[in-house]
């Protein structure tokens, strides 16, 4: 090495410095093992406590100062020379006088050590590098500003570029602070032009030296971890620019070669860390990966992208991250990975990560599923996120054994199956919809009771949430016992006829209409009213029930009741909705009857919605034993107020008739279970019929057309025979009085047929089920002979002969 620039020996203060720092240097070194002093702190401390050091110290410092303003480069150089002799003994001294010149130290340094830089290496770049590195702590501004200057001028004309940034390398891989101070201002500061310039100035350089060159830095980008998600954003843009960006001039081909080997040098570092064994240190960290933990979201945002190159380098940092990270950080990439995707290609982005790191985290899906699990119950996620997850997630569970990833996940995630059925309440449709999907698709576990009632819960509250798509997920549940799927069809005939799911049904409220529930007792007042006591007990009045009756037609003073308006859903929809209500109940009616023949209802389904409408239209009478009514006319009796009630349930919900088929259509018989229902509807309506007096009994359609459904609901349900259930054909053609005649001779018909009279006062005897051989019912003979109550039939046939003469045959006994 030439001998660097020295002091004017007839000068004296260059005489004083060179005597006061050769000194420093000789007692640094002699004494170096005896002070035992740890640190460059520890060791500046140590000597500058003692007195003579410290005079030549001070000797040094004002010399210094004197000498710079004639010759600073002799003066820096003289320094550096004694600091290579005696080093590292002699670091104290040049760290005291930077910190006491550090805009000369810094700049000079840095010349100096550019100045006998050379690609085999520098003498004093060890100097150099322990300078900056103490002059860091307090002067990182100033040493960023003179290295950021350095990295400029190398690049100007003549500059050197290949030494300067080789110069810098060099520093920035022997110091890993000097690295963290500049490398984000150095990455801003690769402009395109500027990448232009140094690959034209190092395009021309011998393979192994640019191969060398590229293996520094490489080293240098696997030790920052200052600025690496910047460092990684600008490789990244440069050597694939996302979207139509124009990608700079002679960068591409760098950058893709310089991730390729950074990949590379990661995945080295990764697998070789290995795991520790019981007693020994943990594995030294990767800065790099380091710095992009807890980034998983943003790479993942990156890698979905699906641009060939980006998504290919993103998605393999995304597994060596993952290892590195473990056993934390590969469930937060597979939670984002899955929260994210929108398409079926980015979801394959899931499944190829798990067929990647596969032989390394054999508990992958585990840890995946919970991290979902715990980001749903923690209510973070925003309802468009928490869908596309779930969706993702049936999706994957719903590929079955064939995709590894996804059974693993269907089973760690079905073991969460109450808690994730809490997501059918969810406000927004969407998610309650994606967690019905993910529910269908899950393996479902034994569940303790109360589970599963709270399930089926919610899965009713779903499918009345979205009526033409959640019906699967209770059909499932439904078929998982024969209770599941009682308890489901109480649950449903509840909910059906309750609040805004009945007006998906055309249930609406008559304006003016008492309310459903019996009255109350007046409280005592001061203030007595005539007309309160009216409103409240007028419906409990025991009228006879003759022409002159009136049943809550309008209040004194106030006229009729107002009409119903027209329904809030159009009708076409609530046909379709009713139809996939009742298809739904159909099939859980079939679930609770497992043993039952193909096309046809046992038992067990048409009780339980028998026994749930009884709670509905008449919760007085539910829990009871079917009872015979009293054997005076319907409508003579004390219960008239019940009975007005359970017309009034009937105009507001037009679903209790096709409950009510459903009850009639069971095998056994099962309708006389709604007794207390089927006596206070046909009791209102022979009221009416008494009381109407329009010529034809279709100027009221309404009560002609429940009339209808009633005898045909007895008859189906085999408490008629078929000779007088085919009296509803006759309905629409009679007069008001004649319907009335009809309906009690029906009634007689299942009085005497109720196995002995009651008494006046509401004596009850049961009312009979008979079954015929082979489970087939409804055949005439069965019953018993309707002779004795055919007299009312013929004689309406015979005064309607002329319009009902060709009906005549069909009711030959």
Not at 572 to 591: D, E, K, M, P
Not at 621 to 627: K, L
Not at 645 to 664: M, S
């Amino acid at each position: 090495t030439p001998p660097g620039p020295s002091f004017n020996p007839s000068d004296p203060p260059g005489v004083v410095a060179s005597w006061a720092v050769e000194l420093l240097g000789q007692l640094s070194s002699r004494y170096a093992g005896r002070h035992g002093a740890r640190g460059l702190n520890e060791l500046l401390q140590l000597w500058t406590g003692c007195e003579a050091t410290r005079t030549l110290l001070e000797l040094y410092g004002q010399c210094f100062g004197a000498l710079l303003g004639s010759c600073p480069d002799a003066c820096v150089a003289a320094l550096l020379d004694t600091s290579l002799q005696h080093s590292p003994h002699f670091d104290w001294v040049v760290a005291h006088v930077g910190g006491a010149f550090p805009g000369t130290i810094i700049s000079r340094v840095l010349a100096c050590g550019l100045k006998d830089y050379w690609p085999g290496g520098a003498p004093k770049l060890a100097s150099v590098v322990g300078i900056l590195g103490h002059l860091a702590s307090r002067h990182g501004a100033s040493i960023r500003q003179e290295l950021l200057r350095l990295f400029h001028a190398s690049l100007a004309p003549g500059g050197g570029a290949r030494g300067g940034v080789g110069f810098l390398l060099q520093l920035a891989l022997l110091s890993p602070p000097l690295l963290g101070a500049v490398w984000g201002e150095l990455v801003a500061a690769l402009t395109p032009p500027v990448l232009a310039q140094l690959h034209q100035r190092f395009a021309p350089l011998p393979r192994e030296e640019l191969e060398g060159l590229g293996g520094v830095l490489v080293r240098l980008l696997g030790q920052t971890s200052a600025g690496a998600p910047r460092t990684l954003r600008f490789l990244l843009d440069t050597a694939a620019p996302p979207g139509a960006r124009d990608p700079p001039p002679d960068g591409p081909e760098a950058c893709e070669r310089l991730l390729s080997l950074l990949l590379l040098h990661l995945q080295k570092l990764v697998h070789g860390r290995g795991g520790p064994s019981p007693g020994d240190p943990p594995p030294r960290p990767i800065p790099f990966l380091e710095a992009l933990r807890g980034r998983e979201r943003d790479l993942c945002l990156e890698a979905l992208r699906l641009e060939p190159k980006r998504s290919l380098w993103l998605h393999q940092l995304l597994g060596l991250l993952a290892v590195y990270a473990a056993p934390h950080g590969p469930p937060e990439a597979f939670f984002h990975l899955l929260a994210l995707a929108t398409t079926p290609p980015q979801l394959a982005l899931a499944t190829q990560l798990h067929a990647v790191l596969a032989p390394s985290l054999a508990d992958l899906p585990s840890a995946a599923a919970a991290a979902c699990v715990r980001r749903i119950h923690a209510g973070a996620l925003p309802p468009p996120q928490l869908s596309r997850l779930l969706r993702n997630l049936s999706i994957l569970v719903a590929a079955g054994p064939e995709d590894p990833l996804g059974h693993r996940l269907g089973e760690e995630l079905g073991r969460n199956l109450p808690e994730l059925a809490q997501l059918l309440l969810h406000p927004d449709a969407d998610v309650a919809g994606a967690a019905a999907l993910l529910l269908c698709a899950l393996p479902a576990p034994p569940l303790r009771p109360a589970q599963l009632h709270a399930m089926l819960r919610a899965a009713v509250h779903h499918l009345f949430l979205l009526l033409p798509h959640g019906a699967r997920l209770l059909e499932r549940l439904c078929a998982t016992s024969p209770s599941a799927a009682r308890a489901a069809l109480q649950l449903l005939v509840e909910a059906a006829l309750r609040g805004g799911n009945a007006e998906l049904f055309g249930a609406f409220t008559p304006p003016g209409d008492p309310p459903e529930d019996p009255p109350e007792l007046p409280k005592p007042s001061s203030k007595a009213s005539l007309l309160d006591a009216n409103r409240r007990f007028a419906a409990a009045v025991d009228f006879p029930g003759g022409v002159c009756s009136v049943f809550h037609a309008g209040v004194i003073g106030e006229g009729l009741k107002t009409p119903p308006g027209p329904p809030r859903h159009p009708q076409h929809r609530i046909s379709r909705n009713t139809q996939t209500f009742l298809g739904v109940l159909l099939r859980c009616c079939r679930a609770a009857d497992p043993d039952s023949p193909p096309g046809t209802l046992g038992c067990e389904g048409p009780q339980a919605v028998a026994a749930a409408l009884v709670e509905a239209v008449c919760p007085w009478a539910a829990g009871g034993d079917p009872s015979w009514p009293p054997q005076d006319e319907p409508g003579r009796g004390g219960s008239l107020e019940r009975d007005l009630g359970v017309l009034r349930r009937f105009r507001q919900h037009p679903l209790l008739f096709p409950l009510l088929r459903v009850v009639a259509a069971g095998r056994p018989p099962v309708l006389a279970r709604c007794w207390p229902v089927l006596r206070g509807l046909l009791a209102t309506l022979v009221a009416h019929w008494d009381a109407c007096r329009e010529p034809s009994a279709s100027a009221s359609p309404w009560h002609l057309r429940a009339s209808c459904a009633l005898v045909g609901c007895l008859a189906e349900g085999a408490m008629l025979p078929p000779v007088l259930g085919k009296a509803q054909e006759l309905f629409p053609r009679l007069a008001p009085f004649e319907v009335k005649l009809l309906l009690l001779s029906l009634w007689g018909y299942l009085r005497e047929q109720g196995g002995g009279a009651g008494n006046a006062r509401g004596g009850a005897a049961r009312v009979p089920q008979r079954r015929a051989p082979g489970g087939v019912l409804g055949r005439e003979g069965e019953l018993g002979d309707p002779g004795g109550c055919l007299a009312a039939l013929h004689s309406v046939l015979h005064r309607n002969v002329g319009s009902l003469g060709v009906l005549a045959g069909r009711f030959r006994t």
